[in-house]
């Protein structure tokens, strides 16, 4: 089996890591299949990701009775029918449940020509930033280059609260 080299790079999820450490601040992530976890991962892997991480909920299917199990789904045509409004409420609910700072979602689909998911970030139940990130569809490169969009995003925004909107 042929290995992957991520292009996310260490330093950004470093840089991360110390300011949520340094403020005693926690995230917690959800994510679908556009990304498939591959954020949760990375943060995971980040040496003593327990002192900001405490985890999150990767979505692989839409069926709304399993996911309000997990979260709090207002909306009745919630997937794939308005992904913005749901990434925000997700990223509410992620906090919430999991009892932290941050809530970060990064919803959407992936297919044949393009990557597109909305990304919706909350700090102490205040939105911060809800924005597509989008990129051409390039097989499994396509959920790495949107996990780095999203990384540099959340870093922007943990710097700055309330400045990247």
Same mark, same amino acid.
């Given at each position: 089996?042929?290995?992957?080299?991520?292009?996310?790079?260490?330093?950004?999820? /470093?840089?991360?890591?110390?300011?949520?450490?340094?403020?005693?601040?926690?995230?917690?992530?959800?994510?679908?299949?556009?990304?498939?976890?591959?954020?949760?991962?990375?943060? !995971?892997?980040?040496?003593?990701?327990?002192?900001?991480?405490?985890?999150?909920?990767?979505?692989?299917?839409?069926?709304?009775?399993?996911?309000?199990?997990?979260?709090?789904?207002?909306?009745?045509?919630?997937?794939?029918?308005?992904?913005?409004?749901?990434?925000?409420?997700? $990223?509410?609910?992620? !906090?919430?449940?999991?009892?932290?700072?941050?809530?970060?979602?990064?919803?959407?689909?992936?297919? *044949?020509?393009?990557?597109?998911?909305?990304?919706? %970030?909350?700090?102490?139940?205040?939105? %911060?930033?809800?924005?597509?990130?989008?990129?051409?569809?390039?097989?499994?490169?396509? !959920?790495? +280059?949107?996990?780095?969009?999203? +990384?540099? /995003?959340?870093?922007? $925004? %943990?710097?700055?609260?309330?400045?990247? *909107?």
């Amino acid at each position: 089996m042929k290995s992957i080299q991520l292009l996310i790079d260490s330093t950004s999820l /470093h840089s991360i890591k110390t300011i949520l450490v340094n403020r005693n601040e926690t995230l917690a992530i959800v994510e679908n299949n556009s990304t498939g976890g591959l954020l949760q991962a990375m943060l !995971a892997l980040t040496a003593n990701s327990d002192q900001f991480f405490t985890g999150g909920i990767v979505i692989n299917n839409y069926k709304k009775n399993e996911t309000e199990k997990l979260l709090n789904p207002a909306n009745e045509n919630f997937f794939p029918d308005n992904i913005p409004t749901i990434a925000d409420q997700f $990223s509410n609910d992620i !906090a919430n449940r999991f009892s932290t700072d941050w809530g970060l979602a990064i919803i959407g689909e992936t297919g *044949k020509t393009s990557g597109t998911s909305w990304l919706a %970030i909350q700090y102490k139940q205040r939105m %911060i930033l809800s924005t597509e990130v989008s990129q051409p569809w390039n097989g499994l490169r396509t !959920a790495d +280059v949107i996990v780095q969009k999203v +990384v540099m /995003h959340f870093l922007r $925004s %943990i710097m700055c609260p309330g400045n990247d *909107k």
